[in-house]
């Protein structure tokens, strides 16, 4: 069953403590790993996708990584306004651009 | 970036009515436009697959009759919830494909709040 796991749930740093949220994932024929940020009432913002293992994307703050069965987002010196649920995401390999997500890490940063 | 925009972004409606929900790419050509339902704390429930021009595919479990989705044209599908109860409150989001973008990359809508009293 295709499946795509984040853990932790939940993530409190503070400010400037750097940390990493995993996304393992059991998708037949993955074809990319797309991370987003979702903001508490609001719709996912796209932020990276990723095709092929060993690749990375970096983005202010943010870097992604991707190896053949999990990704990591890294965070360096966090900042409040990077407190956020980050998805990761696979598109399933139906044909139909479908994409299944994980449940989201809930980052806290605080000040 | 590409640009999705939904409306309305909250609403409250008696049980028995139906609200209509809709979902505009602003600056692309969206062949594919999708609904998910999200719960509190839980992560986008994939609803139903809108095509332009063809009938929607729903997932597993979600009612096409109770959740009627039209995608007339390229850069419009809209979410009619019939008939709504208090179980169908919730957050409901679109996202929609360019049609020159890889697989991956959704642009989703600022999601719509509905509460059913």
């Known amino acids: 069953e295709d499946q795509v796991t984040q853990s932790p749930e939940a993530l409190r740093l503070q400010e400037g403590e750097s940390s990493s949220l995993n996304c393992s994932y059991t998708v037949s024929g993955l074809r990319g790993l797309f991370w987003y940020r979702q903001d508490p009432g609001k719709g996912p913002e796209f932020l990276f996708t990723l095709y092929s293992a060993g690749e990375e994307k970096e983005k202010e703050r943010l870097k992604a990584t991707l190896t053949k069965k999990e990704s990591f987002l890294h965070i360096t010196a966090p900042k409040p306004e990077d407190s956020a649920t980050y998805l990761c995401?696979?598109?399933?390999?139906?044909?139909?651009?479908?994409?299944?997500f994980g449940a989201g890490t809930r980052l806290f940063v605080k000040a | 970036g590409a640009v999705v925009s939904q409306h309305p972004s909250r609403v409250i409606c008696k049980s028995g009515t139906s609200v209509k929900i809709e979902c505009r790419s602003l600056d692309f050509q969206a062949t594919t436009m999708f609904w998910y339902r999200q719960f509190p704390k839980q992560s986008l429930m994939l609803m139903a697959t809108?095509?332009?021009?063809?009938?929607?595919?729903?997932e597993q479990g979600v009612e096409k009759d109770k959740f009627l989705i039209n995608h007339a044209s390229l850069t419009l599908s809209t979410l009619t919830v019939t008939s709504a109860h208090p179980e169908d409150s919730s957050f409901y989001i679109c996202?929609?494909?360019?049609?020159?973008?890889?697989?991956?990359?959704?642009?989703f809508g600022e999601g719509s709040r509905l509460t059913v009293l």
């Open positions: 996202s929609a494909r360019d049609t020159l973008a890889r697989v991956g990359e959704l642009f």
């Open positions: 995401a696979g598109p399933l390999n139906t044909g139909g651009f479908k994409t299944i």
């Open positions: 809108s095509n332009e021009g063809s009938k929607a595919t729903y």
